[in-house]
């Protein structure tokens, strides 16, 4: 495809590319990618990566998974894509449908845009009208502490207390954070963290009575925040308290939806009917940025009448891209088959069986376990310190990509990851902490 060299590839890289959640000024070359096929990367200097962060909690199925690349191959000779507004096209309308048939209740309405972030600022702007449209000012949001949902202003704000957004503080709007109660396995606190992160949530209700727009959280886990876990019965008890307050909950599963917690989605996992749910990362198997807003009839209903000004006034120019649509529904296929369900248990299974042995390395604590996500915290890290960085080198010098989280190391897998190279990347994990 190319006659440009591996070394002129990375000299224009270096000259020219800005890298995302990068340092330049100190951050080694980056790895220049080839190609990739199940859970691995092959790099242009012949090196192989195990993928296990699914290529930051996007991929399902494998890198060039066949299936999803045909799909959008199909689709492109198709139709490459089309103006939203006025008209629409099957992959879209046959997508939406099958979304909304795993999400509970009359979670029916999807609204598409491209990425994590304009998910969750579409959910926000939503919340926000749909109370204005209500002739009710309600304008305060509520978020967890911790709680990542992406880098655009409104998600940021939301997000503001996971500490990355110093230098954008003028752009944020002000958000009530309520403390999330991590725990992890064998964790005797748990019930004691719930009882008092409920009395700061009541707190932050009744202080703010008859104005919140919406509650907004990660349910289960929070990704960003270092896969922070909370219990199911945690959410539960959300959700009543947000009906006590006559607000909107919104779930951001934009890293927990499709598999990854075990169940399709978290709130079907924790038995919540939320307001909004939020879904990228998994939804195109990793091929398309794409996103789905999904929320219930009566939001939608809220949005009618006659004058322009009730209407949603929002969209982006590649909106329900025909291509991402069409790679979303071949990536429900798989993900739908019973091969993929067994994967999905089977990854859960390997976790449940070394994670116990990990734990038991000096500075090993808090390991924790969601469906095919498990997660440990190191001591003595820090994010981006010199030690995390020194460990995400020595797993890429044995083959393995993964990307420390300051204290936590965590593996969160395509689903197509085989018995053998899970047990492979959890024996490497064991041999480069315990060389510490
Ligand atoms: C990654 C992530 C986002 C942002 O998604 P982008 O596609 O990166 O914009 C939002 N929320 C959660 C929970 C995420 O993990």
Not at 9 to 29: I, N, Y
Not at 71 to 96: G, Y
Not at 243 to 268: H, K, Q, Y
Request: proline share 4%.
């Amino acid at each position: 495809m190319s006659d440009l060299s591996s070394d002129e590839l990375r000299a224009l890289d270096a000259r020219h590319v800005w890298h995302p959640f990068t340092q330049a000024g100190t951050a080694p070359p980056a790895i220049l990618a080839r190609g990739g096929k199940g859970a691995t990367i092959h790099g242009a200097d012949g090196r192989e990566y195990l993928d296990v962060c699914s290529s930051w909690w996007v991929n399902l199925h494998g890198h060039a998974n066949p299936m999803i690349a045909k799909a959008i191959a199909e689709q492109a000779a198709r139709l490459e894509q089309v103006i939203f507004a006025d008209f629409t096209h099957e992959p879209a309308v046959r997508l939406a449908a099958r979304v909304a048939g795993h999400l509970p209740g009359d979670l029916d309405r999807v609204f598409f845009s491209d990425d994590g972030s304009t998910a969750v600022e579409v959910a926000l702007k939503m919340a926000r009208q749909y109370w204005s449209n209500q002739g009710q000012d309600r304008r305060v949001y509520v978020a967890f502490h911790g709680g990542y949902h992406g880098d655009t202003a409104g998600s940021m704000s939301v997000g503001r207390s996971c500490g990355i957004f110093a230098a954008w503080e003028n752009m944020m709007f002000p958000v009530e954070v309520a403390p999330f109660p991590v725990t992890w396995d064998g964790d005797e606190e748990a019930e004691a963290k719930e009882q008092r992160a409920l009395l700061a949530l009541d707190e932050i209700l009744e202080r703010n009575a008859g104005k919140v727009a919406g509650v907004i959280i990660e349910p289960l886990i929070q990704g960003a925040a270092g896969m922070r876990m909370c219990r199911p019965h945690f959410l539960r008890t959300l959700e009543a308290r947000v009906r006590e307050a006559g607000s909107l909950l919104i779930l951001d599963e934009v890293m927990t939806g499709f598999g990854r917690t075990g169940e399709i989605f978290a709130c079907v996992k924790a038995g919540i009917l939320p307001d909004f749910v939020c879904l990228s990362k998994g939804l195109t198997g990793g091929f398309l940025p794409m996103s789905l807003t999904v929320t219930r009839e009566f939001i939608y209903e809220g949005f009618l009448g006659t004058e322009v000004s009730k209407a949603f006034l929002h969209g982006h120019s590649y909106t329900a891209n025909p291509l991402g649509c069409a790679a979303g529904l071949a990536s429900l296929d798989l993900l739908e088959g019973t091969e993929c369900q067994a994967r999905i248990q089977a990854i859960e299974a390997i976790h449940r069986q070394r994670l116990p042995g990990t734990a038991r390395h000096p500075g090993v604590s808090k390991a924790r376990l969601c469906g095919t996500i498990a997660a440990f915290d190191l001591a003595g890290q820090g994010y981006g310190g010199a030690l995390s960085t020194r460990m995400k080198n020595a797993f890429l010098e044995k083959g393995l990509l993964m990307r420390p989280m300051g204290d936590v190391l965590y593996l969160l897998p395509p689903y197509c990851i085989t018995d053998m190279e899970l047990h492979r990347a959890w024996d490497i994990i064991d041999g480069v902490i315990s060389h510490l």
